[in-house]
């Protein structure tokens, strides 16, 4: 098993071990089994999945639980864009990659060099974090809450290490650095001000000034 | 709990990535193709750490300082040491467990 391999798997065990307790929660909020299933099957967007079962379970209803899980999930369509030469082209071949277009996957696609390592690294860690999403999910929600508090495990401390060690790589001149601070910092500005949702996508306006410059920032 | 509900999150999700699957087809369908997908590269960036930044320091619609942010300044260092990704992993979990189990953050 070579590096790229080896780093998906990681990210989808850690990522099947957050899907147990998304499974608990979505049953203990009141949602089927096989909801529960249907969700990570086809939503397959986890902070958007967790919030819409927290707040329909809070008794919030869809109108209050579907706009900040959109929200959340608003993202992935950026992500999405900005994957043009990953995401292979044909109608339904480009169909089935989206679905496969997440956090996790998008960061490992952009943090490898070549076109192949990129394209690689996308469906190894996408299609890693699916097995294990949807085992993950299915195991909590028949077995119930076996599982402790993944804060208690340090879970939640993984995940920005993670994208921080994929963004890493990424940061090859002063101008993308710039870049990825002004991102930071607009989302903290943001965190206290907007829903949950905005803060991450907002962050995208920090890419303006490289969008607007015809040199890529990959060159 | 409704399936309209379920099916509607599930409809939506997809729906948003699709839109941007397909709005990357048409941006490199439309001239200078590779110069559109490597301009598009762009967004990742900043978008990917203000996910790192929510992540480290999000809360009820605040920020809260606990745990996580050891926990990133050490997987920090041992990615600058480019230490492998299970190596970070691991110590970033480990960081935040045990300064939870001790009561801190």
Redesign the interface.
């Known amino acids: 098993m070579d ?1 790229l391999a ?2 998906s798997l ?2 989808g065990v ?1 990522t099947g071990v957050y899907a147990i307790s998304f499974g608990v929660l979505s049953v203990a ?4 089994v096989a ?1 529960t299933c ?2 990570s099957l ?4 986890g902070a ?2 967790f919030t ?1 079962v927290s707040v ?1 379970g809070a008794g919030g209803g ?1 109108v209050a ?2 706009p900040p ?2 929200l959340l ?13 990953v ?1 292979r ?1 044909g109608r339904w071949r ?2 089935v ?3 496969l ?1 997440i ?1 996790e996957s ?2 490992m696609a ?1 943090a490898q060099d070549d076109p192949a390592a990129r394209r690689r690294g996308f469906l190894l860690t996408a299609l890693a974090i699916f097995a294990c999403w949807n085992l993950g999910t299915l195991a909590g929600a028949l077995a119930g809450g076996v599982l402790g508090d993944p ?18 790589p ?2 090859r001149t002063r101008a ?1 650095v710039r ?10 500005v943001l ?3 907007t ?2 949702g905005v ?9 303006v000034p ?2 607007r410059t ?1 040199r ?4 | 709990m409704s399936w309209t509900s379920v099916l509607l999150l599930c409809g939506a999700a997809y729906a948003l990535k699709l839109a941007g699957a397909v709005g990357a087809a048409r941006a490199s369908g439309s001239g200078d193709d590779e110069s559109a997908d490597t301009r598009l590269d762009a967004l990742v960036v900043p978008v990917i750490a203000g996910l790192i930044a929510v992540q480290t320091a999000g809360g009820d619609r605040a920020i809260v300082v606990d745990a996580r942010l050891p926990a990133l300044i050490v997987a920090a260092l041992l990615i600058w040491r480019r230490a492998p990704l299970l190596v970070v992993v691991l110590a970033a979990g480990g960081i935040a467990a045990g300064l939870r189990a001790a009561g801190y953050g």
């Open positions: 590096r080896r780093d990681s990210i850690a909020a009141g949602f089927s909801q249907v969700m086809v939503a397959f967007t958007s999945q819409f329909m869809a639980a579907l899980a959109v999930a608003a993202r992935n369509g950026i992500y999405a864009l900005s994957l043009g030469g995401l082209a480009r169909a990659d989206a679905h277009v956090d998008t960061a952009h804060g208690a495990l340090g879970l939640d401390a993984i995940f920005p290490a993670v994208f921080l060690a994929l963004l890493v990424q940061l993308v870049c990825a601070l002004a991102g930071a910092a607009i989302a903290l965190l206290p001000l829903p949950a803060p991450v996508m907002a962050s995208a306006l920090a890419a490289l969008l015809a890529s920032p990959r060159r």
